[in-house]
């Protein structure tokens, strides 16, 4: 506990530091001969919402772990309770491939060497703005160590568990979203698919049958590589693509291929001589696509996320089949 909050009350120090010594002194008049004049309208690109973050722990989390040094058993509860709050990181990891695009550009301009000797910063700022990151991950880190050395079925452990699978799944969706904004060509708003909740790469068979007769494609029995993103209200497929660079600086880009919405969508879990692939059908089998998972871990993941769409799809139709059949009945009786 004592840990968690030291390395708590350091990690707010230096957000602060960074928040002062960095981006406030981007509004310094002595220090606007050092700075790029095209820097001066990309805070925001460069720091992401780091201030939201900054706000978030100093005025509230830090308050609320202090409060559990005596009565550790209270800490799992706290990460609950504020469950919604860390969601601040989706925002600041899915700005960071912009901010370390801009850093690159800029990181030798004297404007960033002045600010780094005055705060006597051993590490550059992008060490710095690398910490929200690293933090996320450390929380998961000491949730298991208290785990740990709790006894089971002390008072408390329940929500160490529930607070420890709450933030590994932040942490999935931050790599989910982060892969998200690399897609390229998709025609319209992806926040129009609601939020993506799976992402991966599979070997995927596609046949098509139009019409009377079935057409299969070409290359039916050599499968195509594609990076699938599930999202509340739509299937993606994407090829994926090398961006040039060189060693850290390559990321992948996702070229879209095809999109299937989630309410015209069915799945048949097996497929026969192969545990890990499965099919995606649409419309009423008009096109099929056996997909082929990494692993049957990988596969039985997925499935278990389209089947809760698929019936929560479900229960949303027949709700509204319900409302359509209320208003009737009710236009009924007025007509009477």
Known sequence: MRELIETERVYVEELLSVLLGYRGEMENPALAGLLPPILRSKRNVLFGNMPEIYNFHSRVFLHDLEGCLETPEGVGACFLERKENFKVYECYCQNKPRSESLWRQYSDC???????????????????????????????????????????????????????????????????????????????ELCDLGRVLMQGSFSVWISHKKGPTRMKELARFKPTQRHLFLYERALLFCKCREEHGEGADKTPS???????????????????????????????????????????????????????????????????????????????????
């Not at 002390?154 to 982060?178: I, P, R, W, Y």
């Not at 996702?254 to 309410?263: G, N, P, V």
Request: with cysteine; glycine share 6%; aromatic share 8%.
């Open 110 to 188: 004297d404007f960033f060497q002045e600010c780094q000797k005055k705060l006597e910063h051993k590490l550059g700022l992008d060490s710095y703005l690398l910490k929200p990151v690293q933090r996320l991950t450390k929380y998961q880190l000491l949730l298991k160590e208290l785990l740990k050395y709790s006894a089971g079925g002390c008072e408390g452990t329940s929500e160490l568990q529930a607070a420890l699978a709450a933030m590994l799944h932040l942490l999935k969706s931050v790599n989910d979203s982060m892969h998200q904004i690399a897609i390229t060509g998709y025609q319209g």
């Open 254 to 336: 996702y070229s879209f291929k095809h999109c299937l919405k989630m309410s015209a969508v069915g799945i048949t879990e097996n497929v026969k001589g192969d545990v890990k692939k499965f099919e995606i059908w649409y419309s009423g089998r008009e096109e099929v696509y056996a997909v082929q998972a990494p692993t049957v871990e990988v596969k039985t993941a997925w499935l278990g996320e389209l089947r809760r769409i698929l019936t929560s799809q479900q229960k949303l139709l027949k709700g509204l089949d319900v409302t359509h059949i209320a208003l009737q009945s009710a236009l009924l009786k007025e007509l009477v």
